[in-house]
């Protein structure tokens, strides 16, 4: 079982989709795994044949347990099996202390150290390796997300060539799925990524190579991407266990941490909606393609104001505190299991279509449960909009070690005094949570100030 994302500790094997006796070779895709955020897939590590699948679809397995054995046809694996048993409790027993060791760690991990003055790059965090039996490859490493267009010019990372030993060249999942769909060798890549990782950027920069393969990858691409199947509660009997998924596991373990050594308050402002409502209808006319929302726009307004304020854009670090120099607003989503959060980068960089089509498609990706680790992790300020259920005040917790959140109720036609006169106004009421030992008071009342600002003026957000 490989780490397959930055914050995984156990996975679930959802299928199988190599059976006992398939000859495999590396890079075949052995069977799909739900994480903590999403259903990936579980590749060879080596060639041969699968002489034994010690999981069962189902199971929930830590890091570093041993799932299938890959081996030469006539290779003797009793010494593997017999020790898989053995180790299963061990691995368990390990994954069990790194968590209770990491509690009050975040869903968005750590980001490196780096001097001041130094482009702060979207944070990541690497998988921890736990110690796997013989045969297991160890977990793979997370890619950092794909730098942005608008980004500043930063030094040149160090590549390397590919591999002459015969040895698999480093990749991430995503990586790999593109290159298998591109009909792409990994082999005659050089990785752009960490100790030359080739990382999705590689592969979009690489002409294809063979036109029979990239056929069958346009076939394969053209299909629509299988959604997670929903699970139904029965209404037979008393009451019904239904087990935890990863993600509502990692859920319950995370807000656990966030919700009582955080120590929270909260401002409450109310928005005027009549410019935003009013931008909204306009665009409108002009098609499909320039159709933007409410929340939209508020992601837009956020972005900007945390670039005019960088002590509210920043990460509790225990024995300090990280501001950023780029904003990376979070957009909470709800799945069918819970809830996740994928992450528009640079979005003070972006305009306002921009974040509404990068909103759309990665929305789209959690509820299938298809986002990748580099697409949700790294946020420095996240927003949560539960407006579109008719809610129209809420507070959302922190997800630490970010120092803030900003909820969005929904927009609603209220009576309001204006110069004196009453009249009836598009109103959004809006709430943000605060940490206290990175924000205080008046530093969050001034940014709500300059969101507020941005929002009631959305002609400010077009330059």
């Given at each position: 079982?490989?780490?397959?994302?930055?914050?995984?500790?156990?996975?679930?094997?959802?299928?199988?989709?190599?059976?006992?006796?398939?000859?495999?070779?590396?890079?075949?895709?052995?069977?799909?795994?739900?994480?903590?955020?999403?259903?990936?897939?579980?590749?060879?590590?080596?060639?041969?044949?699968?002489?034994?699948r010690i999981a069962n679809e189902g199971d929930a397995s830590p890091v570093g347990t041993l799932l299938a054995v890959i081996a030469a046809a006539d290779e003797n694996i009793d010494a593997l099996i017999a020790g898989a048993g053995a180790a299963a409790q061990p691995a368990a027993n390990a994954t069990v202390a790194a968590t209770t060791e990491n509690a009050g760690a975040s869903s968005v991990p750590q980001v490196p150290q780096q001097s001041q003055g130094e482009a702060s790059a979207p944070p990541q965090q690497k998988a921890e390796q736990a110690p796997a039996a013989p045969a297991v490859a160890a977990p793979a490493q997370a890619a950092p997300p794909p730098p942005p267009a608008q980004q500043p010019p930063r030094p040149a990372p160090q590549r390397?060539?590919?591999?002459?030993?015969?040895?698999?060249?480093?990749?991430?999942?995503?990586?790999?799925?593109?290159?298998?769909?591109?009909?792409?060798?990994?082999?005659?890549?050089?990785?752009?990524?960490?100790?030359?990782?080739?990382?999705?950027?590689?592969?979009?920069?690489?002409?294809?190579?063979?036109?029979?393969?990239?056929?069958?990858?346009?076939?394969?691409?053209?299909?629509?991407?299988?959604?997670?199947?929903?699970?139904?509660?029965?209404?037979?009997?008393?009451?019904?266990?239904?087990?935890?998924?990863?993600?509502?596991?990692?859920?319950?373990?995370?807000?656990?941490?966030?919700?009582?050594?955080?120590?929270?308050?909260?401002?409450?402002?109310?928005?005027?909606?009549?410019?935003?409502?009013?931008?909204?209808?306009?665009?409108?006319?002009?098609?499909?393609?320039?159709?933007?929302?409410?929340?939209?726009?508020?992601?837009?307004?956020?972005?900007?104001?945390?670039?005019?304020?960088?002590?509210?854009?920043?990460?509790?670090?225990?024995?300090?505190?990280?501001?950023?120099?780029?904003?990376?607003?979070?957009?909470?989503?709800?799945?069918?299991?819970?809830?996740?959060?994928?992450?528009?980068?640079?979005?003070?960089?972006?305009?306002?279509?921009?974040?509404?089509?990068?909103?759309?498609?990665?929305?789209?990706?959690?509820?299938?449960?298809?986002?990748?680790?580099?697409?949700?992790?790294?946020?420095?300020?996240?927003?949560?909009?539960?407006?579109?259920?008719?809610?129209?005040?809420?507070?959302?917790?922190?997800?630490?070690?970010?120092?803030?959140?900003?909820?969005?109720?929904?927009?609603?036609?209220?009576?309001?005094?204006?110069?004196?006169?009453?009249?009836?106004?598009?109103?959004?009421?809006?709430?943000?949570?605060?940490?206290?030992?990175?924000?205080?008071?008046?530093?969050?009342?001034?940014?709500?100030?300059?969101?507020?600002?941005?929002?009631?003026?959305?002609?400010?957000?077009?330059?």
């Amino acid at each position: 079982m490989e780490a397959l994302s930055p914050t995984m500790e156990e996975g679930r094997l959802v299928k199988w989709l190599k059976n006992e006796g398939d000859a495999v070779k590396s890079g075949d895709v052995l069977a799909e795994v739900e994480t903590d955020k999403a259903v990936m897939e579980l590749v060879a590590r080596g060639d041969g044949v699968i002489r034994k699948r010690i999981a069962n679809e189902g199971d929930a397995s830590p890091v570093g347990t041993l799932l299938a054995v890959i081996a030469a046809a006539d290779e003797n694996i009793d010494a593997l099996i017999a020790g898989a048993g053995a180790a299963a409790q061990p691995a368990a027993n390990a994954t069990v202390a790194a968590t209770t060791e990491n509690a009050g760690a975040s869903s968005v991990p750590q980001v490196p150290q780096q001097s001041q003055g130094e482009a702060s790059a979207p944070p990541q965090q690497k998988a921890e390796q736990a110690p796997a039996a013989p045969a297991v490859a160890a977990p793979a490493q997370a890619a950092p997300p794909p730098p942005p267009a608008q980004q500043p010019p930063r030094p040149a990372p160090q590549r390397s060539a590919p591999q002459a030993d015969g040895r698999r060249p480093r990749s991430s999942p995503l990586a790999r799925r593109l290159a298998s769909e591109r009909g792409i060798e990994l082999s005659a890549i050089s990785g752009s990524g960490p100790g030359g990782r080739i990382i999705k950027k590689d592969i979009e920069n690489a002409p294809k190579q063979a036109a029979a393969p990239a056929a069958a990858a346009a076939s394969t691409a053209a299909k629509p991407a299988k959604e997670a199947p929903k699970r139904l509660i029965s209404r037979e009997g008393d009451f019904q266990d239904i087990p935890l998924t990863q993600i509502r596991k990692t859920i319950a373990r995370r807000l656990v941490e966030s919700i009582g050594p955080v120590p929270t308050f909260y401002l409450t402002a109310e928005f005027d909606a009549e410019k935003a409502a009013a931008l909204r209808g306009e665009l409108k006319e002009f098609g499909d393609d320039y159709k933007i929302s409410f929340n939209d726009i508020v992601i837009k307004a956020v972005a900007n104001a945390l670039s005019d304020h960088p002590e509210v854009n920043a990460h509790w670090g225990g024995d300090h505190i990280r501001h950023f120099n780029r904003v990376h607003v979070g957009m909470a989503v709800a799945v069918e299991e819970g809830l996740i959060t994928p992450v528009i980068f640079d979005a003070d960089r972006k305009t306002i279509s921009q974040i509404s089509a990068e909103s759309k498609q990665l929305a789209g990706l959690a509820r299938q449960r298809r986002l990748t680790p580099e697409q949700y992790t790294g946020s420095t300020f996240s927003v949560s909009n539960l407006g579109m259920f008719g809610i129209d005040q809420f507070t959302a917790i922190i997800n630490p070690p970010e120092a803030g959140i900003l909820a969005i109720g929904g927009v609603e036609a209220k009576p309001v005094v204006i110069d004196g006169e009453i009249e009836v106004r598009q109103r959004m009421r809006v709430t943000m949570s605060c940490d206290h030992r990175v924000i205080d008071g008046a530093t969050g009342a001034k940014f709500l100030q300059a969101v507020k600002l941005f929002f009631e003026n959305p002609l400010l957000l077009m330059v």
